[in-house]
């Protein structure tokens, strides 16, 4: 059976998932997210859901080194983060920040495009912009990343990106 953990849960406990939040009324574990390590042990976790909280936290670079610790290897990391341009982003006094199609890139092997500022790996399995309304069309502006965050995303309303990452961890042989 897989072991699941539901970052910031919130209002959205899951049955059967570790559901960690501080705030919210009904949690398995309640934790500050900021403050780390969290309550896991090294390789706890086989998935790993974290909708709508790293725009919350004080140093996402950290909570991803964390992730990584508690994740196993191959965990599956679910990821969906507010567009630097949502409405959102400004709505929400408690978000720090708002994020792009490449934001997450400097954990994968793409990561020499704005510097390695953590040694620790991911695979990046998919990423998608999510919609306010009419998912078809927020699926093509997916195809075209680069053109949607520099400029299509001026004029259409965005609202988050969804990425889903595997956690890469050295194996020793």
Known sequence: ????????SGNSYVEGETNID??????DVRHDLNVLPYPFEVDTFDEIRCMNIIEHLDDP???MQELHRIGRNGCILTIRVPHFRSASVAEDITH??????????MFTEDS???GEYSK???TMLERRYTPYLFPFFYNLLSKVPLLTDHLLSK???MASIRFVMRVEKQTDR
């Open 61 to 63: 670079v950290a909570v």
């Open 120 to 122: 620790l790996k991911f």
């Open 155 to 157: 004029y259409i309303p």
């Open 22 to 27: 501080l705030y919210a009324a009904r949690v």
């Open 96 to 105: 720090r920040r708002g994020f792009a199609w490449r934001t997450f890139d």
């Open 1 to 8: 059976m897989s072991k699941i953990l539901n970052l910031g």
């Open 112 to 114: 020499t495009l704005y």
